[in-house]
């Protein structure tokens, strides 16, 4: 039985802007014939077989090719992975046109559905020697589109493919095989690191707060037992604008009788409906005096007003609250037959839209707070993490002194509610001051964590990967600066890291064990 070992040499052209512009990228692999290994087309051997990879990125697909060698005169099996991009998921159907030129000729096979999930196996055989292109075109229903792989040789004969491979082998350490049928089944992605401006990052804990405006305490405008409509209002509770919340019911109550208030002001407004319209008809005859009419008029608006508020809310079994607001009931204040003053708070009523995040900042970073412009939230229930603009949200205020009692610097963030905010929970803050400079970033869904030191996976092909140790600097919950082991036209893995390092630590796929189907 053989072992495999598996040589790569990497040669990439950075793409600009990700996906939106053509990437190429081209390997060369040695495979030495091992173990339990077969692809579409052949069995085992033991004599020594010579593989080439190629990898090409276009904005709608990622080609991942592993071919015998191109040998004028042979025929060459191309096993081709191909991706749907930004998602890396398997193309399951479409129609894909391979084109080796070489010199001028040209050799194609079309074939018009994948043999398995995400695999086209073509058989190809050039005609010339030379360097030349390997085109994909690949037809969907929706979409045509061409993937072409730069600087492929056609070689004369097996010895010299075979020269040409160990002129290239390089040796990888530290690697791990996972492979494209692998990634297909999870949530996984590549990518480069970004230059950002990337300031000082000010992390801190905030608690959550409803905002001014989004919620109402409501209040008894009477005195009397409370009657909770339907028997049925609970904290949580659904409520919409003007719904009866409570009945205030003041019969039999020998003070702050709210049916005989009410009966008092009906008689108050009426007598002095009368009088004013008495004096008004007076005055008309100069029988009294305009400064008797202004003060009758008085008394009657005074008298009208205290009776048409009474009346608003006002029927024979008592006086009803109505909600101001459409929302839930956050708090419940008062229980069905409690007797309630006027002006007692009976409920809040939340409509849970608009947040304040409060945090509490060392007074060190009392200069950079003033520069604060944007920051990132991340809740602790579920884990997510959401820019200030995406929460439509802004710096409401900056605290300038401190007390005796709190050393700390209050500052205040307003945020529309994502959802998942509740009133009186905490959040992850980062505070993210301006910064010219530029730093090398990546999401931190990248970096995986051991013993206090920091990894990602650099790609080496679509199928291996480096574990690579890094330094990082600050993080803003969602992108974290790398100080050092890294470079900007290294791919790394974006998604998936962590499933990866699982791989590598149950040691189910060799490292060095090549291509495996």
Known sequence: MFCRITFFRLITLKQTVMYFKLLLTSLIVITVAGCN????????TESEEIKFQYTAYSDQYELFAEADPFIAG???NVLS????LPEFTAVTSGEVTIKLIVNGKSVEQTLESPSRKGIYSFDV???VTGTGTLE??????TDDFKISVPEVVVYAGNQEAATAAAMNKTARTNTTVFTKEQSWKTEFST??????PFGQVIKTTAQIQSAQGDEALVTAKTSGVISLQGNSLTEGMNVSNGQALFMIKGSGLAENNSTVRFAEAQNNFEKASADYERARLLAEDKIVSEKQLLETKTIYENARSVYENLKQNFSAAGQTVFSPMSGFVKQLLVRNGQ???????????SQNKS????????????????????????TIEDNKTYTLEELNGKVLSVGRTTTTDNFLIPFTLQINNAGSLVPGGFVELYLKTVSNSKALTIPVSAVLEEQGNFFVYVQVTPELFEKREIKTGATDGIRTEVISGLVDDERIVLKGAVLIKLAQATGSLDAHSGHVH
């Open 339 to 349: 007797y309630v003053g006027a002006g007692e708070p009976l409920t809040v009523i």
């Open 81 to 84: 992975h191909l991706s749907n």
């Open 136 to 141: 994909y075109i690949v037809k969907t229903e």
């Open 37 to 44: 290994h077969s692809h579409e087309k052949g069995s085992d």
């Open 74 to 76: 042979q025929t060459a």
């Open 355 to 378: 947040l304040l995040l409060r945090a509490e900042v060392q007074q060190k970073y009392a200069r950079d707070l003033m520069s604060i412009t944007a920051a990132n939230i991340r």
């Open 125 to 127: 055989r050039p005609d």
């Open 191 to 196: 990518g480069y690191p970004e230059r950002e």
